[in-house]
């Protein structure tokens, strides 16, 4: 049952970093994509392949010299686009219109139970992923002295 509930999540996974990896290129190439046309070509299928055979390559390489290298590299340019995206974001019309949708209050909203829904579903689900994910059980699992499993109270 693990195996498949495994197999499930990782196919998920792989498939958007397929679709993350294809809109990478297409916008360094330029390449105006719809994501109609894209979800209605061969495309993903490709891309999604890319992601699976980039991805064992990095994790056959083990911790330290797959996953912690690309780390090492990757978690940088994530801050780099980011913050040249949030610069570029200041040049574009309407920045100003949008900064202030964003920092004006409409407190009556509050009372509309849909909002309450979506934000206590959003902290469950980011609370229940970062609490104990998998990587985490397997590293600091029965090996490391702790339960497998369970949650890791140590101090180092």
Known sequence: M?????????????????????????????????FAGFTGSYQPVIYAVLAVLVTGIIVSMGV????????????????????VMALYSVTLPGFS??????????FPVLFHAEIWIAAFGQ???SLCRGRNPPHVRFLHGKRAGYPAGGTHHHSR
């Open 2 to 34: 693990i195996c498949a509930i495994v197999f499930l999540i990782l196919s998920y996974y792989l498939v958007i970093t397929g679709w993350t990896i294809a809109y990478t290129v297409f916008s360094v190439t330029g390449d105006p994509v719809t």
């Open 97 to 106: 219109e949008g900064m202030r949708f964003l920092f004006t209050q409409d």
């Open 123 to 125: 902290a469950f689900f």
């Open 64 to 83: 330290r010299q797959g996953i912690e290298k690309v780390s090492v590299i990757l978690i940088p340019v994530c801050i780099i686009v980011l913050v």
